[in-house]
Structures are given as structure tokens and as C-alpha cells.
């Protein structure tokens, strides 16, 4: 009876052992080496109804969900995998810092290594906001946002900029609101959002290939927001890939998409818009790790971008500023000179 009780215990001690030393290794490998993943997205369903286009593309790296978290070594190791990569610009998602960081030199000696391979443009999360708000300077100062620039990132903190990177023009933006719950019920756009439907409203506007980066997915695949907004590009992160991924099944946690989330890392078409959602670099420190889910760098090859379109459609406006603007100062000097007419003719009676 005592040698079968021994020898049960014996075997339960060999499971465990044979359960945990997997599980934990599942665990160090979500927290240490980054890899590399390469996604390529092809746009030439842009193409015009006539006339020769010239295609370009453009190599992105883009990461995100760092958490302030720095890996062992460093985190050199993700500037080195960049580096390796040689990316025309490089797409910062957000959350790359935590609201009770000690101060920002985590994040900003990230984009100061960063910044010195491509130019950065790095989008505000969710953590981002909270802390700003949380350490905001009493002339209202962000000091993340200077820390960043001053590194030499731009910032995107629900704006957005236009870009030329070697003859290729894109514009790249950010929104930390979600693109579909912008109207009320009767279609009335909500106060509050008022900002990022205007900003959603100039975003839209150009013919340059449309780059944006939200706080996550949820942005995009609820609503109508993929067939009202004319967005090419939706990068995001937030979902941490399923956070714990089990092996053939997928991602396990995904937030408002509940368990098992059909977005929550890769490439996807959604109407007329690609999304694509990066599993990041770290996790929040809480109850639940990262489980077999590797820090992600992500390589992005955008193909066939129509910048004679772009170049086209903003040489044409530009023009009509000119021509408005050659317009309004020879309404002007016609005014001036009808005015110095009549008061010439005061002056003779």
C-alpha cells in the first residue's frame, strides 16, 4: 500500500514536471528575443480609370506594446532588428509606456536608437493619454511628447502628417478614438468626437496612399467604419495577439471580441480597408502573461503605392491655391484702387 501511494505520488511529480517545464518555457520565450515577421501588401487596385501610373513601394517596421518593459541586454535588441531589416520609416503603435513609469528615458532611448535607421512616427495609445495626463507640466507641457521629439520621433497624437520618403508620398495619421461610434442614434456627429471626426474628415481627403494607426482594432471592425471612412491602411496593436496562444487554435483574449478573437493578429480585409494588427512587444503586469506568444518586429512591404496620382492631384491643387490665392489680390487691388478713386472724386467736389 505505502510502495503504491509513493509511486502515485511519484507519477503526479513526473506530470507536473512534464506540464510546467513546457509551460514555462512558453512563458520566457513570450518575454526575451524578439522576432521578425515579414507581412507584404500589394495596392494595385489603386490604379486609375486612365492614364500611365508609376508604382512605388515603401518598406515599414512597426512595433508597438512595449509596456516600458526593457528585455534582457536591453533594448537594443529591438533597435538591431530593425536595423537589420533597413525600413523607410518605422510605425510606433502605442502603449509603449505605462502611467507610473519613473520617467520616460525607456521609450525615448527606444526612438532616439530608432530614429537614427528611418524616420518615426510614433501614434499615442491608451497609456500614452494616461500619462500625460498623469505627469502633465504646470505650463501644460506634455513631457512624453517633448521626451519623443526631442529624440527624434514625430508624434501622432490624433493628427496626422504627409509624407515623401524618396519620391513616394503617403500620409500617415493617428486616432485613439474609435472610428465607429462617432454619431449618435439619429446620425448627429457626438460632442465629443467632434475632434476626431473633423480630423477623419481631412485625413480622408488626398489621393496619397492613407496610413492610419488607431489604439487598437476594435477601431475598424465594428460599425461602418471601414465603408464610411476612405482609409487604405489601419495599423494597430493593443490586442497582444490573443495575449496566451494555443497551439493550432489561435489567441485566446481579445478584449470586447471575447475569447478566441477572429482580429487579433495579421493581415486582414475588411471592405475596402487592409488591417493589420501587430501582437507587440510586452504585456501589462497583471494576472495574466504572455503565453507562447513571441515579441513581434514587424516588416510591412507596401506595393504598388500610385504616387504619380498623389504627385498629380497635388500639383492641381496646388494650382487652384495659387489661382485663388492670385485671385483674391486682384480683388483686393481693385478694391484699393476703386477706393482711392473715389475718394480722389470726394477731394474734386
Same mark, same amino acid.
Request: some cysteine.
Given at each position: 500500500m505505502f510502495r503504491n501511494l509513493i509511486h502515485f505520488i511519484f507519477v503526479l511529480f513526473v506530470l507536473a514536471a512534464a506540464v510546467a517545464f513546457p509551460a514555462r518555457w512558453m512563458i520566457e520565450r513570450s518575454y526575451h528575443d524578439p522576432e521578425t515577421h515579414y507581412y507584404r501588401i500589394e495596392d494595385r487596385d489603386r490604379k486609375p480609370d486612365s $492614364?500611365?501610373?508609376?508604382?512605388?513601394?515603401?518598406?515599414?517596421a512597426?512595433?508597438?506594446?512595449?509596456?516600458?518593459?526593457?528585455?534582457?541586454? $536591453? =533594448?537594443?535588441? !529591438? #533597435?538591431?532588428?530593425?536595423?537589420? !531589416?533597413?525600413?523607410?520609416?518605422? +510605425?510606433?503603435?502605442? *502603449?509603449?509606456?505605462?502611467?507610473?513609469a519613473s520617467g520616460t528615458s525607456v521609450v525615448s532611448g527606444l526612438v532616439k536608437s530608432l530614429s537614427q535607421i528611418a524616420p518615426v512616427y510614433y501614434s499615442y495609445g491608451e497609456e500614452e493619454i494616461k500619462y500625460a495626463k498623469a505627469h502633465l507640466a504646470e505650463d501644460g507641457t506634455d513631457p512624453l511628447r517633448a521626451a519623443i521629439e526631442e529624440a527624434g520621433g514625430t508624434v501622432l497624437n490624433e493628427e496626422y502628417k504627409d509624407v515623401s520618403l524618396y519620391g513616394v508620398l503617403f500620409r500617415v495619421g493617428s486616432i485613439h478614438q474609435q472610428a465607429?461610434? +462617432?454619431? *449618435?442614434?439619429?446620425?448627429?456627429v457626438k460632442k465629443r468626437f467632434q475632434g476626431?471626426?473633423?480630423?477623419? =474628415?481631412?485625413?480622408?481627403?488626398?489621393?496619397? /496612399?492613407? !496610413?492610419?494607426?488607431?489604439?487598437? %482594432?476594435?477601431?475598424? !471592425?465594428?460599425?461602418?467604419?471601414?465603408?464610411?471612412?476612405?482609409?487604405?491602411?489601419?495599423?494597430?496593436?493593443?490586442? +497582444?495577439? $490573443?495575449? @496566451?496562444?494555443i497551439p493550432f487554435k489561435g489567441g485566446v483574449f481579445g478584449g470586447s471580441q471575447g475569447y478566441f478573437p477572429e482580429y487579433v493578429h495579421g493581415l486582414y480585409k475588411k471592405g475596402d480597408v487592409i488591417l493589420f494588427i501587430t501582437s507587440g512587444l510586452? #504585456?501589462?503586469?497583471?494576472?495574466?502573461?504572455? /503565453? &507562447?506568444?513571441? %515579441?513581434?518586429?514587424?516588416?510591412?512591404?507596401? &506595393?504598388?503605392?500610385?504616387?504619380?496620382?498623389?504627385?498629380? @492631384?497635388?500639383?492641381? #491643387?496646388?494650382k487652384a491655391r495659387k489661382a485663388e490665392k492670385k485671385k483674391k489680390e486682384e480683388e483686393k487691388k481693385k478694391a484699393e484702387e476703386a477706393k482711392k478713386e473715389s475718394d480722389g472724386n470726394d477731394g474734386e467736389s
Open positions: $492614364g500611365e501610373i508609376e508604382h512605388d513601394s515603401l518598406r515599414f512597426v512595433v508597438s506594446d512595449l509596456y516600458n518593459y526593457v528585455f534582457e541586454g $536591453g =533594448n537594443s535588441a !529591438i #533597435a538591431q532588428k530593425v536595423s537589420d !531589416i533597413s525600413p523607410d520609416a518605422i +510605425l510606433v503603435c502605442g *502603449n509603449m509606456i505605462t502611467p507610473d465607429y461610434e +462617432l454619431q *449618435n442614434l439619429r446620425g448627429e476626431t471626426w473633423d480630423l477623419l =474628415n481631412k485625413f480622408q481627403d488626398t489621393e496619397r /496612399f492613407k !496610413i492610419l494607426m488607431t489604439d487598437g %482594432p476594435e477601431s475598424f !471592425i465594428y460599425g461602418d467604419a471601414c465603408e464610411k471612412w476612405s482609409v487604405d491602411l489601419v495599423v494597430s496593436g493593443k490586442t +497582444l495577439g $490573443g495575449k @496566451a496562444v510586452s #504585456a501589462p503586469e497583471d494576472m495574466i502573461p504572455r /503565453f &507562447n506568444n513571441p %515579441p513581434e518586429v514587424v516588416v510591412m512591404d507596401i &506595393n504598388g503605392i500610385d504616387s504619380d496620382t498623389a504627385r498629380k @492631384a497635388e500639383e492641381e #491643387a496646388e
